[in-house]
């Protein structure tokens, strides 16, 4: 089992920044690839960023390619997802998620996700 808890998340104006936090604990951290995704009020949850296992592999969605960076320190147990140019459009929870060695963009390629944490990007 992995269990994980996002933190970071707030109220922030539109082209401001945040960085979201993922610590994980359980099974060896350095043994997943981590990704981020998010659900905004209505809609599906959607992909957006991923790390693999070492760190030295990133995708992003295209809607936040250029902003968003994901990063991964494994010493800590912790991925990171740092957010720049903040969009209203960008307003969600969003959820961390553990899985396999390899990046996944689909909900099924994870074994775990947090609770999520709610960001909220005013105009």
């Known amino acids: 089992q992995v269990q994980l808890v996002e933190s970071g998340g707030g109220l922030v104006q539109a082209g401001g920044s945040l960085r979201l936090s993922c610590a994980a604990s359980?099974?060896?951290?350095?043994?997943?690839?981590m990704g981020w995704f998010r659900q905004a009020p209505g809609n599906e949850r959607e992909f957006v960023a991923a790390?693999?296992?070492?760190?030295?592999?990133?995708y992003y969605a295209d809607s936040v390619k250029g902003r968003f960076t994901i990063s991964r320190d494994n010493a800590k147990n912790t991925v990171y997802l740092e957010m720049n140019a903040m969009k209203p459009e960008d307003t969600a929870v969003y959820y961390c998620y553990a899985g396999g060695p390899s990046i996944g963009t689909i909900e099924s390629e994870y074994n775990y996700w947090g609770q999520g944490t709610q960001v909220t990007v005013s105009s």
């Open positions: 359980g099974r060896t951290f350095s043994n997943y690839a």
């Open positions: 790390v693999d296992w070492s760190g030295g592999s990133t």
